[in-house]
């Protein structure tokens, strides 16, 4: 499983906002985006001025990849998958990026981070319809049960992570059972629904693909 092990805090830094990488880490004063407003580098001050249409286009990629901790071959790999699909380019990436297996482990708040829940999957404490996956790309379906394994329920981080669904709730496409660590897909995110992204033009990536 291919990975960013890099600092992670200079990625929320470069795209001036914060990824939630580090889960409860990157909350309130403790994320370090607060602390330094500049992007990572040698003189960031001196570079700064009018971004091109490349800039801008990478810019955003950078930022939807980096949100789902993607590595650049298999996030052209889902960019490719939603290019073949029906309807828009852009919305369907978003779509597809949303029913991989790690990322509605996040959203079921089994995990503080993408990155955590990644890290359940792989070590398979993860089922889906009663079977155990380990393929964090996995994409789910509407209707699909995902649980935590009877041998993994105990886990403190997963007990922890859960204490946000009672502030928070989850996106409306999806309904979860914290006592019994088991959620559903009741449907397939829209775009319109992700308002994590509500700020991201992801039209500009489909132009930089197209170049």
């Avoid at 901790?69 to 990026?97: S, W």
């Avoid at 509407?142 to 403190?156: F, L, R």
Wanted: proline fraction near 3%; charge should be positive.
């Amino acid at each position: 499983m291919a990975r960013n092990v890099g600092p992670q805090c200079r990625l929320c830094r470069a795209e001036k906002r914060r990824l939630n990488l580090k889960g409860d880490r990157c909350k309130g004063a403790k994320c370090p985006i607060t602390k330094k407003r500049n992007p990572p580098g040698k003189g960031p001050r001196t570079r700064a001025g009018k971004m091109s249409d490349y800039g801008l286009q990478l810019r955003e990629k950078q930022k939807l990849k980096r949100t789902y901790g993607m590595l650049e071959k298999q996030f052209k790999l889902f960019f490719e998958k939603a290019d073949r699909m029906k309807g828009k380019t852009g919305e369907n990436l978003i779509v597809l990026l949303e029913r991989r297996l790690d990322n509605v482990v996040f959203r079921m708040h089994f995990a503080s981070s993408r990155n955590q829940a990644r890290q359940l999957v792989s070590h398979g404490h993860i089922k889906v319809n009663g079977k155990r996956v380990t393929i964090s790309s996995f994409l789910v379906k509407d209707g699909d049960v995902i649980e935590v394994k009877e041998s993994s329920k105990n886990m403190v981080v997963i007990k922890e992570s859960l204490k946000e669904y009672t502030k928070s709730g989850v996106y409306p496409w999806i309904d979860v059972d914290a006592d019994a660590m088991k959620g559903t897909l009741k449907a397939l995110p829209l775009r319109s629904d992700v308002t994590e992204l509500a700020d991201l033009n992801e039209q500009l990536i489909v132009e930089l693909y197209s170049r």
